[in-house]
């Protein structure tokens, strides 16, 4: 059955991105550091191909069959130019719905519409969630099953935070220690 995996890269004290971020700074101040385990773009489309254990972790979330991200996070990625590694990608919205920038993305009207539709799209395999407030209102709603953190060794001070005030027990279900980064799976209890 196909599980929602948040992925996403933090720094030590919480953030994943930094101060001030926007539409023309997605990651904020100091945010591209979170990154840097991807290494350098090996081709002009953001494909990165890290080596060693971080590759292997990569490999595993690029396998997913669909992508679920917030709308504030999907705005300042550029809407990864419509597509994110050939998949469908499903941004919840509030208000009218925009017009789809390519036949990948498709806008809905709230997150529980969007994991199931992701799953549909996805048939046996997992969906990738993206953004803090999407996964904050899904772990809310018990739609996230499964988080890989990408755990920084940096302290940002200030960001944007990937947790609230949610309550969820957690399960580590493994640790991968790579060059400038800890890769942590958990499984929502």
Known sequence: MSK??????MSLDGYIAGPDDGPDNGLGTGG??????LGEP????SHFDPPGASGQVLAESMATGAVIVGRKTFDYAGHWGGDHHGVPIFVPTRGPLPEPQ???????????????EAKAAAGD???MVHGAGLAQSLLREGLL???EIHLIPVLLGGGRRLFGAERAE??????????GVTHMHY???
């Open 102 to 116: 390519s036949g990948w993305v498709h806008y809905v009207h709230d997150p529980t519409t969007a994991v199931r």
């Open 187 to 189: 499984r929502v209890a």
């Open 4 to 9: 929602t995996i948040l992925y996403m890269s």
């Open 170 to 179: 957690l399960e580590l279900t493994r640790v991968i220690d790579a060059p």
């Open 42 to 45: 090996v081709t002009d489309y």
């Open 145 to 147: 099953d499964e988080l």
């Open 32 to 37: 591209l550091r979170l990154h840097e385990w």
């Open 125 to 127: 395999r997992d969906v």
